[in-house]
């Protein structure tokens, strides 16, 4: 009974690692759409769709093993941790789609002329993700723990991103909505980066039973 629970406990892990592994793909390929690259629109919304079904296969398995096995508490907070991460990597994805939708309205390559730090916040974010889902399968502490202190660099961003958006309305009004629409996005990634604290977070309450939220 045990062999068989740690073997699907290991297809939960690597599930999970897929996709991670896919939310990154998402913000990587939304941040080269915003940049003005072509190509990468129709890839970021395929592993949207791809995130999607991760995310009812893995809750499905989760409660298998609530349900057919009887999990210890080390197990059993692994699998309610995996059933929170997988919520924020479904968001993840959301928003990297969200980014691509708003790029369709920008001209090309108005974001890179702009001198806007919309591409260092996409960069810390790619690296939030990637290293939050790095610690998970590494069940490493310190990985998890500079995620949740990386936030306050992509909050940071997000406040510059925000000053430099009004400087460019201040020059000439007709940069409204280009603005707009900018602002919206440097909302998505700061929220990537809150999705992305959020699994670390998890990961530490797998690790250790506390959860830094409560």
Known sequence: ???RFDEQLELLN???IRM????EDVISGASRTLMGEDGFAQQVLQADHEIDQKERDIENLCFKLLLKQQPVAKDLRLVSAALKMISDMERIGDQGSDIVELAKYMKKGAVVQSNIHI???????????????DSFVKKDLSIAKKVIEEDDTVDALFDKVKEELIGLISEDSANGEFCIDLLMV????ERIGDHATNIAEWVEYSITGSHIGE
Do not use: W
């Not at 591409?119 to 939030?128: F, L, N, P, Q, S």
């Not at 440097?186 to 990634?189: D, P, S, T």
């Open 20 to 23: 991670g592994s896919l939310c």
């Open 119 to 133: 591409k260092e916040m996409a960069d810390a974010t790619i690296r939030m993700v990637t290293e939050s889902v």
């Open 1 to 3: 009974m045990r062999n």
């Open 14 to 16: 690597v599930e999970l």
């Open 186 to 189: 440097a909302k998505y990634f």
